[in-house]
């Protein structure tokens, strides 16, 4: 009996620009049969025609997981890492090459993804373990752990169409572990839940691993992928750069992280989210004079932060930063609403945020700021994953000369001692 779980064969998809993939049903399956050799010959078509319609989201993917491995799927912002995992799970059909999967698949791609939203979170467990094709038998002997740990025992019997993202999350990831698929497929819809849930969850998956089950776990937190998962894959344009060990797979994805980070402006990100109505255009490190520094333990660091809006009237703003380390642990978060006196920033037409963090409370090394985001009112105007890096120079912290151990994790502390 071979021992391969997922076998993956020059697996390539590629979608039209701006149209999306219909939902078919059973008479377009039927017509799409007797209409299949004149397609075909359109797709050769419209390969030696332009090529500017069309994006390859997979491209030419090549890849084997054993039974029992947990694989870290791993890649920027449009890499191709969901598109995979929906074509494993037969949501949508590649293009060109094959998929083999042995064993039955239970999947977490998005919030509530199965789920129908006119019926019950009791009925809609039962619907999934139905589709795993697990007996009402077995699926009642999980249904308690399920409810006990998804923790919406009061909503159960609510139509789920009524569920937060949160509550969604929570009954989707404990549908998807405890009806005990052989492969489990996970993408990043762990950030929805809180960080309770989020350690709960990487808990399970651990305890997942352990049982011996096939996992490719989509993720950019690169502190759950390495405490996780045995191998690594990173993906780059719908290829795969590289397959294999773990830490060498997230050394790759962040030092190739870092030099594009470097080479593009915010102007140019085209990876964001939000209405528009504020865009980041650039970001500069200075002193408190203005002048262009390299970031420095225990010095003043000013973050300027150039936007433009999309109208001449004056925006009520709340801006936010977010910083970890190059793993993805979260360290600390600077927020307008928190410490700017009346909460909201006003700003022109265009110009500059500053924010400015006195004593620069980090230890020497690279850091992630891991999203740079700008609410006006109640709506997201701009919002940037992984918007830029900043390398922090040794400096004397505590003014004592001495400079703080390597050893002594991120964040410095300012601290006294005292003897009575």
Known sequence: MSNISIRVENLSKRYRIGQREPYKALRDTLTHALHLPFQLLKKESDRAGSHEKYIWALKEVYFEVKHGEVVGVIGRNGAGKTTLLKVLSRITEPTEG????????????????????????????????????????????????????????KFID??????????????????????????????????????????????KMSDVAREGRTVLFVSHNMGAVKTLCTKGCLIENGKILLQGKV????????????????????????????????????????????????????????????????????????????????????????LSRSSHQGGFLRLPEKGQIRCIIPRLPLLPGRYNVSRLWCKIGAQMADDIQDAFHIEVAAGDFFGTGKLNPEDGGNVVIDHRWEIL
């Open 158 to 203: 609510t139509p789920v169409k009524f569920y937060s993202s949160g509550m969604h999350t929570r009954l989707a990831f404990a549908v998807a572990a405890h009806l005990e698929p052989e492969i489990l497929l996970v993408d990043e819809v762990l950030a929805v839940g809180d960080a309770a849930f989020q350690k709960k969850c990487l808990g």
């Open 98 to 153: 094959y998929a083999e999967i042995t064993g039955r698949v239970g999947s977490l791609l998005e919030v509530g993804t199965g789920f129908h939203p006119e019926l019950t979170g009791r009925e809609n467990v039962y619907l999934n373990g139905a589709i795993l094709g697990m007996r009402k038998t077995e699926i009642d002997k999980k249904f308690d752990e399920i409810v006990d740990f998804s923790e919406v025992e």
């Open 247 to 334: 830490d060498e797979v997230v050394s790759l994805y962040l030092q190739k992280c870092q030099d594009l980070t470097s080479a593009i402006s915010l102007a140019e990100r085209t990876d964001r989210r939000g209405n528009g109505s504020l865009r980041f255009t650039s970001v500069k490190l200075l002193s408190r004079d203005g002048e262009e520094i390299a970031a420095q333990s225990g010095k003043d660091l000013v973050i300027a932060i150039d936007y433009v809006t999309d109208s001449q009237s004056e925006k009520h703003a709340e801006v936010s930063l977010a910083f970890t380390d190059l793993y993805g642990q979260r360290l600390f978060v600077c």
